[in-house]
């Protein structure tokens, strides 16, 4: 299976909370999982990634969760600020190509 | 860091002609560079791989007449819309894969193309 499931499909969080995007996926053979920042208008934007030998990955107010066992992978946004205020992909790579997964619309209010 | 540069970042055509859209890599070589098409508030969707100096390969569905691709040297892949019509308008962003590493994919800003 070459789907990457991705929720919440929308998120709202006030300043300074955390933002919480989680994915899923089927396909054992990926190897390489970016998250990406895309703006309207824009294209998306490498934010963090991670390998599955690795259950965690920080930078800045990013992290990267990976449950291998589960086939799961999630980012979280530490003191989200409205210029985080963007969609948001997780990605899975197989057989040389990315997977999307369906977005995240997050609106981090003042 | 690394840059992608794609050009233009919106035209507009009409109906019948064909429109030539440019993806460089402007500070590093990639053998290997995608080709996307993205609806109205939906994910990316890969249309083609693109190999310096070979052919591309096109996902299922995509129509390799149509859509040509060339990839004629390690900073520069062109996708042209051939007989472009109204349901090929889009937004297409072309990624960059950084030929060190092999693994990271650079972004270009995309272009939005308006048939009418």
């Known amino acids: 299976q070459q789907q990457v499931k991705q929720s919440p499909q929308s998120l709202i969080v006030q300043k300074g909370g955390i933002s919480i995007i989680n994915c899923a996926y089927e396909n054992t053979a990926f190897d390489y999982f970016p998250w990406y920042q895309q703006f309207p208008g824009k294209g998306p934007a490498l934010l963090i990634a991670?390998?599955?030998?690795?259950s965690e990955k920080k930078e800045g107010r990013f992290t990267i969760s990976f449950n291998k066992s589960a086939k799961q992978f999630s980012l979280h946004i530490m003191d989200s600020q409205p210029g985080d205020s963007a969609t948001y992909f997780c990605a899975a790579r197989g057989f040389q190509k990315l997977v999307f997964g369906t977005g995240t619309r997050l609106l981090v209010s003042p | 860091g690394a840059v992608v540069s794609q050009h233009p970042s919106r035209v507009i055509c009409k109906s019948g002609t064909s429109v030539k859209i440019e993806c460089r890599s402007l500070?590093?070589?990639?053998?290997?560079m995608f080709w996307y098409r993205q609806f109205p508030k939906q994910s990316l969707m890969l249309m083609a791989t693109?190999?310096?100096?070979?052919?591309?390969?096109?996902e299922q569905g995509v129509e390799k007449d149509k859509f040509l691709i060339n990839h004629a040297s390690l900073t520069l892949s062109t996708l042209t819309v051939t007989s472009a019509h109204p349901e090929d308008s889009s937004f297409y962003i072309c990624?960059?894969?950084?030929?060190?590493?092999?693994?990271?994919?650079?972004f270009g800003q995309g272009t939005r193309l308006t048939v009418v």
């Open positions: 500070d590093f070589q990639a053998t290997t």
């Open positions: 990624s960059a894969r950084e030929s060190g590493t092999n693994i990271f994919d650079f």
């Open positions: 693109s190999n310096e100096g070979s052919k591309a390969t096109y």
């Open positions: 991670i390998r599955p030998d690795v």
